[in-house]
């Protein structure tokens, strides 16, 4: 299974949410989210369904159908509700654009390089993460930050949530982590942040070279 796979904009998306098992028997925290907490959250805040649909980067339409399918959330949708969770209010109409996010996440630990060579590869290696949280590919973190591309309403809403956060980076890094984790992947093995011995090895412009495997255990 591919980063992108989590994704509900990918092609393969659709059937990758389908392979994820949701077991309603456990805790939100020890299983991947699916609609039915989105609607759960909803009513606990007390927001109308008109009101946190939006907050959730989803049309009426769309907010229905979701709440009443089984499958796991899209990646970036679980990331969302989970930033609910630990921040209730509304995201800020006022957000971060993506590079302000990913200066106030990783710009410390990037400027902690001091040679050229190694920061040019630290960077590569944190827009692979970055977008891994995101559910995005390594290639999506290119467009996004060289070449300027937009990106999804459900990424606007986490940046939104983001700013509001007194330390964003490690408040969404846990959520990824535990995302990641109850679809037995582990994003330190498929986006690693960056350390001396990593980028001393790692060619300029590429991420290191890392072996996905499905929560089965096989190579994908």
């Known amino acids: 299974m591919s980063v992108s796979d989590l994704n509900l904009s990918s092609p393969t998306?659709?059937?990758?949410?389908?392979a994820v098992v949701v077991d309603f028997t456990r805790d939100a925290?020890?299983?991947?989210?699916?609609g039915h907490d989105i609607?759960?959250?909803r009513a606990s805040v007390g927001l109308s369904r008109a009101e946190f649909a939006m907050a959730m980067a989803l049309m009426p339409n769309q907010y229905r159908s979701t709440v009443q399918d089984p499958r796991a959330l899209a990646l970036d949708r679980e990331i969302l509700l989970r930033l609910y969770f630990v921040s209730p209010g509304p995201a800020a109409w006022q957000s971060w654009t993506l590079g302000e996010a990913f200066g106030e996440c990783y710009g410390p630990l990037l400027r902690s390089f001091?040679?050229?060579?190694?920061?040019?590869?630290?960077?590569?290696m944190l827009?692979?993460?970055?977008?891994a949280i995101m559910g995005r590919s390594a290639a999506r973190g290119l467009s996004w930050f060289e070449g300027n591309q937009g990106h999804s309403l459900p990424v606007r809403r986490v940046l939104g949530k983001l700013i509001e956060l007194a330390s964003p980076r490690e408040v969404l890094e846990a959520?990824?982590?535990?995302s990641y984790a109850v679809r037995g992947l582990d994003l330190e093995l498929i986006a690693p942040l960056p350390t001396i011995e990593l980028v001393s090895r790692v060619r300029c412009g590429r991420s290191p070279r890392?072996?996905?495997?499905?929560?089965?255990?096989?190579q994908s």
Request: glycine share 6%; with cysteine.
């Open 13 to 18: 998306g659709s059937a990758a949410r389908r």
């Open 127 to 131: 827009y692979r993460r970055f977008t």
């Open 114 to 124: 001091e040679l050229p060579a190694h920061q040019a590869k630290a960077r590569v």
């Open 175 to 178: 959520i990824a982590a535990r």
């Open 29 to 34: 925290g020890q299983r991947p989210l699916c």
């Open 39 to 41: 609607e759960s959250f």
């Open 210 to 218: 890392v072996r996905l495997t499905n929560p089965c255990g096989e």
